[in-house]
């Protein structure tokens, strides 16, 4: 199983940025569509961003577009989220997780994925 480790949470301050990054330990990462989850304080895990292995396409969840930017850079096996215009409604841990390997598209639903990182705290000051 792959394994992934999310870095770049903190604190920030309403209308700030974070980069948040996502670093697989194993050589299959580009053979794998990945994807950021997050999860606040009582609620459900929910869908974030979702990327193919070759970058494209993308899929975003209403409450991100415009804000939230996914990308890859498989030659370093990592992936990426650049979120603008942080709202407090953003504040919650961040999850980046993998396909199984070969399966090359993106998904929306947490189901589809079978590696997970442990989480990076988010937290969105108003």
């Known amino acids: 199983q792959v394994q992934l480790v999310e870095s770049g949470g903190g604190l920030v301050q309403a209308g700030g940025s974070l980069g948040l990054s996502c670093a697989a330990s194993g050589r299959t990462f580009s053979s794998r569509a990945m994807g950021w989850f997050r999860q606040a304080p009582g609620k459900e895990r929910e869908f974030v961003a979702a990327i193919s292995w070759s970058g494209g396409p993308t899929s975003y969840a209403d409450s991100v577009k415009g804000r939230f930017t996914i990308s890859r850079n498989n030659a370093k096996n990592t992936g990426y989220l650049q979120m603008n215009s942080l709202e407090p409604e953003d504040t919650a841990v961040y999850y980046c997780?993998?396909?199984?390997?070969?399966?090359?598209?993106?998904?929306?639903?947490?189901?589809?994925?079978?590696?997970w990182g442990q989480g990076t705290q988010v937290t969105v000051a108003s």
């Open positions: 997780a993998v396909r199984p390997s070969g399966t090359l598209g993106p998904s929306t639903s947490a189901r589809d994925y079978d590696a």
